[in-house]
């Protein structure tokens, strides 16, 4: 099963994701979080993207594209795609890939949240920079400031995150990356959740979504899977 998340920065893609990657047993290849450690770790990768990355820029396709394919084992087969494709040459090099491996998209969802609630989760947003672990100023603050509750690391907001760079971010989702919804709706694969509820709501909303699917194609539902959404 290949699924694809869409939705705006700030939507709880990446949150979402590793939920329902717990539950269906499905690789996470997050572009945004492969950026950041590759630039962590100083690689030749990361160094190259790095500029657009603080700066709230896309990465150049050709760098992303190779990338992403070089990650996506095609024996295994079974991915939740978060933060790609981004933009109409992505969404077509990726179908392009899954044509040549005989595959195809399961389904693309996406997480509906306004420009301004958006905005808001954003520039709360505070990262742990050791083991990526998200939290909240508002809604889910460290039980001691500055400090991962899940490993001690350092939790500070990302560099983009800063309202200017976040405001960007947004304004490139809605010239870039929106288009790519009437894109797979013609493929009809397209779903929509709305992303403002809490995160289990969210939760529950994507995984009807994806035992429909499963449901339709014959496949087991996610019932049947040990931590699956039906437990
Ligand atoms: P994210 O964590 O998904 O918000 O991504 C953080 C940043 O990584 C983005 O603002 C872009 O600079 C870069 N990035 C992530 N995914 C892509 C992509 N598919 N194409 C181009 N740039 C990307």
């Known amino acids: 099963m290949i699924i694809v998340l869409l939705g705006s920065p700030g939507s709880g893609k990446g949150t979402q994701a590793k939920r329902l990657c717990g539950r269906y047993n499905l690789t996470h290849l997050s572009t945004g979080d492969i950026f950041r450690q590759e630039m962590q770790s100083q690689s030749a990768l990361g160094r190259k993207a790095e500029y657009y990355v603080k700066s709230g820029g896309l990465v150049p396709d050709e760098l992303v594209t190779e990338m992403v394919?070089?990650?996506m084992d095609v024996d295994k087969g079974r991915f939740l795609l978060d933060g790609f494709p981004r933009n109409l040459?992505?969404?077509e090099s990726l179908d392009a890939d899954m044509r040549r491996q005989g595959r195809s998209l399961d389904l693309v969802i996406c997480l509906n949240l306004s420009r301004t609630a958006a905005l808001k989760r954003l520039t709360a947003r505070r990262t742990c920079v050791t083991c990526g672990e998200v939290y909240n100023e508002v809604?889910?603050?460290c039980a001691k400031p500055g400090a991962c509750d899940?490993?001690?690391g350092e939790v500070?907001?990302?560099?983009d995150d800063s309202e200017a760079t976040a405001n960007k971010r947004l304004m490139l989702y809605e010239d870039v990356t929106h288009p790519l919804i009437a894109y797979y709706r013609a493929e009809g694969i397209f779903r929509e959740v709305d992303a403002a509820g809490s995160l289990d709501t969210v939760t529950s909303g994507l995984c009807?979504?994806?035992d429909g699917h499963k449901a339709?194609?014959?496949?087991?539902?996610?019932?049947?899977i040990p931590g699956g959404a039906g437990e």
């Open 216 to 224: 339709g194609i014959g496949g087991a539902c996610a019932s049947d």
């Open 139 to 141: 809604t889910r603050p």
């Open 156 to 159: 500070k907001a990302r560099e």
């Open 69 to 71: 394919a070089g990650r």
């Open 150 to 152: 899940r490993c001690g």
């Open 208 to 210: 009807v979504l994806i």
């Open 89 to 91: 040459q992505q969404a």
